[in-house]
């Protein structure tokens, strides 16, 4: 395990010879070897050893390192006998043409975008197997075919790029080929973002049933990414996919670093001191029945970087989906996210295909996607029986946050979605209410309101009903985030005679508790909006919302309470 901890190795060759840590994942050779499934669909989060163990097969298997058993004295893979005593996969090293893509740089939602990046990873594949066409088994209409693979290629020469290429592997080498293809999600995350997810669909579509499904030149595939995409979407008719998510038990411990390897680790590094903490910040990930597992980028950079504790995995790019997804959510998916902020856990039905055209308007597509994405962990599961409500054979979930670092990243996202000029209106308004200062409450709030309405309030049909209430929902995390040391934040809870719509209580002796109500402005019933206000107040009176606080010791005069009136983006506070 001795090495350099060093970040951006994602090359299996370079990490062994360059001597940088390395944490034996080789068992996931064996482990895929024998299963002997044709198409095995692996997702992961981000930054697990999804590209280093592609990469890892690749030098395994690949006829271009030939001979290169060197590369793996002393792995998993090459000690493992059989139950003669004899070596069970040296035979295997250097044997099959590999053909390795990656779409992690595939970075636009933009479809010209994505056809054209996708072309030139295919084009400069097709270069780097360039010498094979010498061989006299080709003619010279399979070397014209061969070099018309360009980046200005057509979207139907791309679409059967891999399957041709494939099938010259096997001319050549009298053996059909393993087609490795790594983060093959991203350009759909992408096109979601960009609106684009139906064109780039039919595009990939087309490009995965060329590959893995019509191929016959194929010997074994292996599909990596994020995101088990729903097969209605792009897997249609590819019966022979066997899919390994987060909750199966395969590969369970092939990607991420377990527990005990990641005490290991610090113990070589002198950090043994360090474990506890380092299990607070970094661990929580749980594929199949097996707990405590560690991303390997947090683990590495914390090594590396002298044991300073940082958000280092929720650092690195690819936090825009989920961003989106939670600020433009409707109120239900806010308020959850505030029991998560607070430590708690929910429940949710899970279905791991994750259709993206449901991402708006489903709760639970979105939970399913926090799942897969390593946001959310999994407490525990129960499967459906008998109930009235539900199919026998669901599963509901019991989830939370992953860890530590996770709920730094959402602290992080929230106050960001307050961020740049609205910032400073927010953090005034916060300053203004601990003070009792309405007015400035007012001036503020009114700022704040006005330029983030629009970021919450995206439903396909906005209303003045459901503006309030996605922006309260936002309101009151962007509270926790800068009150969560000060005061329990909680909403939408029962006390007295109602629900109240939100509630600090003070952590602090001698601060102040604050119930705030919001409503919105109805000419029906209310002539103006300082009339709304005062319907708010009467609501938290007559409701008797205080009863909460006051049965926890807090006495009414230090309650107070303030009533949000709307009318569209204007805010009154009284």
Same mark, same amino acid.
């Given at each position: 395990m001795a090495g350099t901890a060093a970040l951006g190795y994602?090359?299996?060759?370079?990490?062994?010879?360059?001597?940088?840590?390395?944490?034996?994942?080789?068992?996931?050779?064996?482990?895929?070897?024998?299963?002997?499934?044709?198409?095995?669909?692996?997702?992961?989060?981000?930054?697990?050893g999804k590209t280093l163990n592609m990469s890892t097969?690749?030098?395994?298997?690949?006829?271009?390192?030939?001979?290169?058993?060197?590369?793996?004295?002393?792995?998993?893979?090459?000690?493992?006998?059989?139950?003669?005593?004899?070596?069970?996969?040296?035979?295997?090293?250097?044997?099959?043409?590999?053909?390795?893509?990656?779409?992690?740089?595939?970075?636009?939602?933009?479809?010209?975008?994505?056809?054209?990046?996708?072309?030139?990873?295919?084009?400069?594949?097709?270069?780097?197997?360039?010498?094979?066409?010498?061989?006299?088994?080709?003619?010279?209409?399979?070397?014209?075919?061969?070099?018309?693979?360009?980046?200005?290629?057509?979207d139907e020469m791309a679409i059967r790029a891999l399957n041709r290429l494939s099938e010259y592997m096997e001319k050549c080498y009298g053996k059909k080929a393993i087609i490795l293809l790594d983060e093959y999600d991203t350009p759909m995350q992408e096109s979601w973002l960009e609106g684009t997810w139906s064109e780039v669909v039919s595009f990939f579509k087309s490009f995965f049933e060329a590959t893995f499904k019509t191929n016959e030149h194929v010997y074994r595939s292996i599909i990596t990414g994020i995101t088990r995409i729903s097969k209605e979407s792009i897997f249609s008719g590819l019966n022979n996919l066997r899919v390994v998510t987060t909750t199966s038990d395969a590969y369970a411990e092939c990607f991420g670093?377990?527990?005990?390897?990641?005490?290991?680790? $610090?113990?070589?590094? #002198?950090?043994?001191?360090? +474990? @506890?903490?380092?299990?607070?910040?970094?661990? %929580?990930?749980? !594929?199949?029945?097996?707990?405590?597992?560690?991303?390997p980028w947090s683990i590495i950079s914390f090594i590396g970087n002298n044991a300073k504790y940082e958000a280092?995995?929720?650092?690195?790019?690819?936090?825009?989906?989920?961003?989106? $997804?939670?600020?433009? #959510?409707?109120?239900?998916? +806010? @308020?959850?996210?505030?029991?998560?902020?607070? %430590?708690?856990? !929910?429940?949710?039905?899970?279905?791991?295909?994750?259709?993206?055209?449901?991402?708006?308007?489903n709760t639970n597509a979105v939970w399913?996607?926090?799942?897969?994405?390593?946001?959310?962990?999994?407490?525990?599961?129960?499967?459906?029986?008998?109930?009235?409500?539900?199919?026998?054979?669901?599963v509901w979930y019991t989830l939370t946050l992953t860890n530590f670092e996770v709920k730094k990243m959402f602290?992080?996202?929230?106050?960001?979605?307050?961020?740049?000029?609205?910032?400073?209106?927010?953090?005034a308004f916060i300053k203004a209410l601990l003070a009792d200062d309405k007015k400035a409450m007012n001036r503020y709030m009114n700022h704040v309101a006005l330029n983030t309405f629009s970021s919450f309030d995206v439903g396909s049909k906005p209303s003045e009903y459901t503006e309030p209430e996605r922006f309260y929902h936002g309101f009151v995390l962007g509270l926790m985030v800068e009150l969560s040391g000060r005061y329990s934040i909680t909403s939408n809870r029962e006390s007295g005679f109602g629900r109240y719509d939100v509630m600090l209580e003070p952590l602090?002796?001698?601060?102040?508790?604050?119930?705030?109500?919001?409503?919105?402005?109805?000419?029906?019933?209310?002539?103006?909006?300082?009339?709304?206000?005062?319907?708010?107040?009467?609501?938290?009176?007559?409701?008797?919302?205080?009863?909460?606080l006051e049965a926890k010791g807090i006495v009414p005069e230090r309650i107070r309470k303030y009533g949000f009136a709307f009318e569209g983006k204007e805010c009154l506070i009284g």
């Open positions: 994602q090359n299996y060759e370079e990490i062994i010879t360059e001597d940088i840590l390395y944490i034996d994942k080789t068992n996931f050779i064996s482990e895929w070897w024998e299963h002997k499934d044709k198409v095995t669909l692996i997702t992961r989060p981000r930054r697990f097969v690749e030098c395994f298997f690949s006829n271009r390192y030939a001979g290169r058993g060197d590369l793996f004295e002393g792995k998993s893979v090459w000690e493992a006998k059989d139950a003669d005593g004899e070596y069970k996969y040296r035979e295997l090293q250097g044997k099959f043409p590999v053909i390795f893509l990656s779409f992690a740089s595939v970075k636009t939602g933009n479809i010209e975008g994505i056809k054209t990046a996708v072309k030139q990873s295919i084009a400069e594949l097709y270069r780097r197997h360039e010498s094979m066409m010498s061989s006299g088994v080709f003619n010279d209409n399979d070397r014209e075919y061969y070099h018309s693979i360009k980046d200005a290629m057509s670093f377990s527990e005990s390897e990641v005490f290991s680790a $610090l113990d070589e590094a #002198g950090l043994g001191g360090e +474990k @506890q903490k380092v299990k607070k910040w970094y661990d %929580g990930f749980t !594929f199949g029945s097996h707990s405590d597992i560690y991303n280092y995995w929720i650092n690195t790019s690819g936090n825009d989906l989920v961003n989106s $997804l939670i600020q433009k #959510g409707d109120a239900d998916i +806010k @308020q959850t996210m505030e029991e998560l902020m607070a %430590g708690r856990s !929910f429940e949710a039905k899970i279905d791991e295909q994750i259709v993206f055209s449901q991402l708006e308007g399913s996607l926090l799942l897969a994405t390593g946001y959310l962990k999994v407490l525990k599961t129960e499967t459906i029986s008998d109930d009235a409500d539900d199919e026998e054979g669901d602290r992080k996202m929230i106050a960001g979605w307050f961020g740049g000029n609205t910032e400073k209106y927010y953090n602090k002796e001698g601060d102040n508790a604050v119930i705030i109500e919001f409503k919105v402005h109805d000419p029906d019933d209310e002539k103006t909006l300082s009339d709304t206000v005062q319907s708010a107040l009467a609501q938290i009176d007559e409701r008797r919302y205080s009863a909460a």
